[in-house]
């Protein structure tokens, strides 16, 4: 069971000494550096400059016992874990929330200085998901998409897309579809959460449009996923004109099927 802290106390940026330092101090509950070393299996000098750190990052406390003199090291309580996981957690939404302000500023300022074209390619589930999130990253007004629900579940997993629109949702970003009219679509894109995900669905006749890709199109970009089993990958395309030239096609196919 103490083996399952060791991926929590990665979270807190110990090193391997320090993590080793830390369990071995809360096993023992009291004790002095000597012992703490042993357990720790370390040499009593690079254990006691864990202990230091640990004491100053406030997760291991020091006291001199009475009459002794001997320096002793304790784990108050395993709470100063959820303590100290919590202080990162809210300084790295602090971090997300300056750097969301921030990129938009920059993207503001900058978008545009060149009309040269970016491509990023991406493999692999990881890799796609990440295209995906970029539709959120960029901040635009709304995400159009030509896509298929049958190759989504496929490509994502569904926990993944529920906080992705989440997310999307809390962005207010609305977003519009273009997607065959399967069976798994129907049934995943109803009109209730349509209005509640800020969605809107024109289906096509899957017999004659049935999409093995994912195209989105948002802001000045332009993203291709291939979400084929086995194959995932896809392609972010950053270019305004590229991107408005897609976006008139879109609306053009859109209005056809009103």
Known sequence: MISQLKPILKQLDLNTNDTKVFLAAFELDYAPASEIAKRAHLNRITAYEALKRLV?????????????GVKYFEVEDIGIL????????????????????????????????????????????????????????????????????????????????????????????PSRGIIPKTDCAVSLFTPERNVRELRQIHFVDPRGYMFKNEIDIYGDTVSIISLVKGNEHGVILRSRSIAEGLRSIFELVWNTNC
């Open 56 to 68: 100053k990052k406030g997760l291991v406390r020091s006291r001199v016992l009475k009459g002794s």
């Open 82 to 173: 959820q303590n100290a996981l919590n202080e990162k957690k809210v300084s790295v939404e602090h971090a997300l929330s300056d750097i969301q302000t921030l990129a938009a500023q920059l993207r503001a300022k900058y978008t545009g200085r060149s009309e040269k074209p970016v491509v990023l390619f991406y493999e692999g589930r990881s890799g796609i998901k990440n295209i995906l999130l970029d539709t959120l990253h960029q901040q635009p007004k709304e995400i159009l998409s030509f896509a298929s629900a049958d190759f989504l579940e496929l490509g994502y997993d569904f926990h993944f897309l529920e906080r992705y629109w989440k997310q999307r949702v809390e962005y207010k970003i």
